[in-house]
């Protein structure tokens, strides 16, 4: 299901953000306060910390989606970390362009083309999604087809 990655995307995000976060606050305190330097990390920090909040609350709507779908469809998800995470997206865009140049090479209505546009069809929806994961919070909802 599209919510479990949501899920999975979701709290990657959250804690890339705070091993970030801890990482600044660590250089924070080695910093002299009053100093440029100083002032920098502060407001990264701040910035980081609003991050975290953003998608703390994604997080809670996600987690409303997945109580509706226990107590309405009998949906049961897996825990976050037995969710594999997405793929890198630039892999995913080689192998989808590579599957297009198979379509492209291979005789209209041949199994070869056949395979090479399932193929295409099912990359292009997977790189939708993963561009859309790491470019913007999922909305409330989203995920549950």
Known sequence: MEIEQDLRAASDRVMRTLERLQELETEKRGTDPGTPRFRKIARE???LAASVFAHSHVQQ???DTTVTLREEAGVVLPPIDEVQPSREIQVILAEWRDA???MIEAKAGSAEH?????DANRLRAE???TYQSISSPPSKGRGTS
Do not use: F, S
């Open 45 to 47: 920090v701040e910035r």
């Open 61 to 63: 709507e996600l987690a």
């Open 100 to 102: 297009e140049r198979r």
């Open 114 to 118: 056949a395979q090479a546009e399932a």
């Open 127 to 129: 790189y939708r999604r």
